[in-house]
């Protein structure tokens, strides 16, 4: 099955305890990104990855890292995790670029105490 | 700012009725459309994707553009109360890269 998954898709933790959200892709897709979703603030991208070993920064980098070092994984790295990086994550990732059909995982649902 | 906006609702409308929304979006050059729904807690889920003017339809859904007024809207026909989620509206835009800008939504509930 064509899927994107993430993990853990739920997370509780504390103030400055380093984590990574893993994100995998079964469909050789090029693109793969990082939203995070807030109520009132819709979806908002952190990072994006054209392909392996390329990686840019989105809308709201800041606090957060990735890589791309094989095709099909796209971890996000939260270094120093803050309160108000609590929120809903989705990875996504599409077949060639950031203007084609985005598929989503199921997200990962973060707590920052 | 590139923006991409929804009336964020919420809309109601009755089981069986006729559900309209509607997205303007700021880029001109802006080729690729796309409607999502969201299900609260789940992911976005694609529904439909349009590319020229004029209309688009697929079962219930039908997906409308006009590039020159900068306006896509979908219309879900015979509404059902599995309709009831939060819908997405994106669309491409270019700038340092190509990516889907989208809208904060419209949650709609369609009641039985």
């Known amino acids: 099955e064509a899927q994107v998954t993430q993990n853990p898709r739920y997370l509780i933790t504390v103030t400055g305890k380093k984590l990574t959200v893993t994100c995998s892709q079964n469909?050789?897709?090029?693109?793969m990104s990082w939203y995070r979703q807030d109520p009132g603030l819709g979806l908002r991208q952190i990072y994006y990855s054209m392909n392996v070993e390329v990686t840019d920064k989105g809308d709201v980098p800041e606090g957060y890292k990735v890589s791309r070092k094989e095709k099909r994984n796209f971890p996000l790295i939260l270094e120093s995790p803050s309160p108000n990086q609590t929120s809903l994550y989705f990875c996504?990732?599409?077949?060639?670029?950031?203007?084609?059909?985005?598929?989503f995982g199921p997200g990962t649902r973060l707590t920052v105490l | 700012q590139k923006e991409v906006e929804q009336n964020s609702g919420p809309l109601s409308v009755p089981e069986g009725a006729i559900a309209s929304l509607n997205c303007t979006y700021s880029?001109?050059?802006?080729?690729?459309f796309f409607w999502y729904r969201q299900y609260s807690g789940k992911s976005p889920e694609l529904i439909m994707s349009?590319?020229?003017?004029g209309d688009k339809e697929d079962g219930r859904f039908t997906a409308q553009l006009n590039k020159a007024s900068q306006y896509v809207s979908l219309l879900i026909r015979d509404s059902q109360p599995s309709d009831s989620a939060t819908y997405l509206c994106a669309v491409n835009m270019r700038g340092g890269s190509e990516k889907l800008v989208f809208g904060k939504g419209t949650k709609l509930t369609v009641n039985p």
């Open positions: 469909m050789n897709h090029e693109y």
């Open positions: 880029d001109r050059v802006s080729q690729s």
């Open positions: 996504a990732s599409s077949f060639s670029s950031g203007s084609d059909t985005q598929y």
């Open positions: 349009i590319y020229s003017n």
